[in-house]
């Protein structure tokens, strides 16, 4: 805790749960035991006293009226517009929810439950330790949590050995920034301000996105490349670079395997090709590859659009190569930043307690199933194999326990999600804060908490910050965090182990490893005190620099350019294109000409935010973004209804035409919830449940549609 403000005021220090790689560190200053405001921390070199529009509004959502405060039992259908409950005490629905799991597990196996959960929460604590412990000691099913990152965190890991990359201070110091598939004025706020401070002193920022986004509009150059094409560019970047020898040799000799290999296979990816398969000018890619190759402190900023397509695995693997070949990585304002979630030394064996999952005669622990294929998984004969990550039993799921997420807004194949969860014999318990999409699906609705009233510590995948968070007013009402609703469980179902009943303190001292060379100058004591600690890794240039001298994770200790993994999974070892599953050139688009894309909306994250009226007002009602060439094509003009569809769903919008999308491209930003005035159906209804060619993720981003008037 802070020093006291004034007389009346506490400030307590906290940190943003969210799925933002900014991972803030807050102030929320109390009043009279209540949330009155929240601030950016100043003494945090990352946040700097400045927090998104959201967060900044926080008390809103801590106080609002619609909020969640006890537990309640369906009494209607599933899936009401307006839900009928009725409330019931803590025992009384902890005693009928382990009533309902028991005879589950006694009547079709404990496989069949299935948690669903994502980062709702981003909490070490809440997000995944006392939750997994209870799953694995009842032998549930396991959740493969592929839904964001899964993909991309593949293709890093496959070439560079760890989820690591720039530091984010870094790129106020660099010279050239590509934002590849990112809008940090939307989703990474202090990354841009860097990023403003760099243009200041004469650096070029290109933005290459399928949509002119806030911060494409006030980048030098924008590259609107077609959706899902990112390594054919980055290929015809490579072949620039070693056709016109604007390589680092001493770093590709010392620090790379492969390289031979690759500059066999780049040499059939001339920009021209490229620019057939990108929709960009030879000449823009030319420009592009030329600028950054002979930029020494070139950095880009990757995220996560990128790898939301069939081949979204493989492209971060090949854009993930092109620092090293011009030894980008030597400079501390230079290389490269998908993620740095494996800089921190989380110990999830402690947190989560593996070691309680039942094994079966052969030795498997329960089965996998793929959270990306939701739509599938939740069908009433069976599961099948597109929605499981391995080999597993195809019992069908008779109760699904749904926190920190939203699947019925979230995951892709929406009304195939929405046929599962209207199941009558299917049991659903939903841990929230407020009435969902998915919550009205409820069998039972369980207050949650939010940040300010539960402990956690915080690891980023934008930053290499611990921060802690530090609780600073008591949960209202009912409400209660993942930790305790899960202790609560346990002791309902007798389920006695030790692991089961350990207190929040005790897991957050079992959450990082201090012995950990990154943390080992630091304690668990001086965290808490100071709020946030910098982890302890290489420097250059006053920046982190982690691939500066090498030391890259892969088995070879190398940037792999050649993977010996990926070959011995009968995988294309080297770098290549693979297009999406809905590509331009595919049979599908005949019949639906237009690529979607669903970028999140500046006020949203996710679905979260979106029932805050005070930040939803600004957006107004969702609208389909057309360039003037597609709309006259159809014969729709600016602000026509229109209805928009697929094999899989249909929904019907206003009409915007704007040069800010390219042709043939249909953006529609996202975040809006079902019940969204102005619009009808969801645009998860028209996504896929398809999977990336590495890590099983989401391909939200690969999926084509037809537009014609309402």
């Not at 412990?133 to 899964?150: E, K, N, P, Y």
């Not at 009808?680 to 939200?700: E, I, K, R, S, Y």
Request: hydrophobic residues 40%; contains cysteine.
């Amino acid at each position: 805790m802070m020093p006291k403000a004034s007389a009346e005021r506490q400030v307590v220090r906290g940190a943003c749960p969210h799925d933002c790689p900014d991972t803030c560190a807050l102030e929320n200053h109390i009043e009279a035991g209540r949330l009155v405001e929240v601030r950016g921390a100043a003494d945090h070199s990352v946040t700097a006293g400045v927090l998104c529009t959201k967060v900044a509004r926080y008390p809103l959502r801590v106080h609002h009226p619609e909020r969640v405060l006890n537990p309640l039992r369906r009494r209607g259908p599933k899936g009401a517009r307006i839900p009928a409950w009725e409330r019931v005490s803590w025992d009384e629905a902890l005693a009928d929810i382990a009533a309902r799991l028991h005879a589950i597990c006694r009547d079709h196996g404990a496989q069949a439950i299935l948690p669903y959960s994502y980062a709702g929460n981003m909490g070490i604590l809440q997000y995944g330790s006392m939750d997994r412990r209870f799953f694995h000691a009842l032998g549930a099913s396991q959740l493969d949590r592929t839904i964001c990152s899964s993909a991309g965190a593949a293709g890093l890991q496959v070439t560079l050995g760890s989820r690591l990359g720039m530091d984010i201070e870094a790129f106020a110091a660099s010279d050239l920034i590509i934002l590849w598939g990112t809008n940090p004025v939307a989703s990474n706020l202090h990354l841009w301000s860097r990023c403003q401070e760099a243009k200041k002193r004469g650096a070029t920022l290109i933005a290459i996105d399928p949509y002119r986004s806030l911060s494409a509009e006030k980048c030098h150059e924008w590259l609107p490349i077609r959706p899902g094409t990112d390594a054919a560019l980055a290929l015809a970047m490579m072949h620039v670079l070693i056709r016109d020898d604007l390589l680092d040799h001493d770093y590709i000799a010392r620090h790379t395997v492969g390289f031979e290999a690759l500059a066999e296979r780049v040499a059939g990816w001339p920009p021209a090709r490229a620019a057939e398969i990108c929709g960009l000018p030879t000449e823009a890619i030319e420009s592009l590859a030329t600028r950054y190759g002979r930029t020494r402190r070139a950095a880009i900023r990757l995220n996560y659009g990128v790898q939301r397509h069939g081949g979204g695995g493989m492209a971060v693997r090949t854009i993930a190569c092109l620092p090293a070949l011009t030894g980008a990585w030597r400079s501390g304002a230079g290389g490269l930043l998908l993620s740095t979630s494996g800089a921190y030394p989380v110990d999830t064996v402690a947190l989560e307690r593996p070691d309680l999952m039942p094994r079966d005669a052969a030795g498997r622990p329960p089965r996998i199933i793929n959270m990306s294929a939701l739509g599938d998984a939740l069908s009433p004969e069976r599961v099948p194999a597109s929605a499981l990550t391995g080999r597993g039993s195809d019992t069908p799921v008779r109760a699904l326990v749904v926190y920190n997420a939203n699947p019925a807004a979230v995951a892709p194949d929406g009304n195939r999600v929405l046929a599962g969860l209207a199941r009558e014999d299917l049991f659903t318990v939903v841990h929230e804060h407020f009435v969902t999409d998915t919550a009205r699906y409820a069998d039972y609705l369980l207050p949650a908490t939010m940040q300010p009233e539960h402990v956690d510590i915080h690891r980023s995948y934008g930053h290499y910050d611990v921060l802690v968070n530090h609780r600073a007013v008591e949960p209202p009402g009912e409400c209660i965090a993942n930790t305790e609703l899960f202790r609560r469980l346990a002791r309902a179902l007798g389920l006695d182990h030790p692991a089961l009943a350990e207190t929040d303190e005790a897991l957050m001292r079992q959450a990082l490893d201090f012995s950990h060379p990154a943390l080992a100058h630091t304690s668990f004591e001086a965290l808490m005190s100071r709020g946030h600690v910098r982890l302890a890794y290489p420097r250059v240039d006053g920046f982190i620099a982690p691939f500066a001298e090498g030391g890259f994770g892969t088995p070879s200790g190398r940037c792999e350019f050649y993977s010996a993994a990926l070959a011995e999974r009968g995988l294309d070892p080297l770098p290549s294109y693979v297009p999406p599953h809905e590509a331009a050139a595919s049979p599908l688009a005949a019949r639906y000409p237009l690529a979607l894309i669903s970028p999140p909306e500046r006020n949203f994250m996710n679905s979260t935010f979106a029932n805050i009226a005070e930040l939803a007002r600004p957006h107004g009602p969702p609208r389909l973004k057309l360039h003037p060439d597609d709309a006259r094509a159809r014969g729709l003009g600016d602000g026509a209804a229109v209805r928009v569809w697929n094999g899989r769903g249909e929904i019907r919008l206003t009409l915007e035409v704007t040069t800010d999308t390219r042709p043939g491209v249909a953006t529609l930003l996202w975040g809006h919830w079902r019940d969204a005035p102005g619009t009808m159906g969801h645009v998860n209804d028209l996504t896929a449940q398809a999977l990336t060619d590495l890590g099983g993720g989401a391909t939200f981003y690969d999926c084509r549609v037809e537009v014609a008037a309402a």
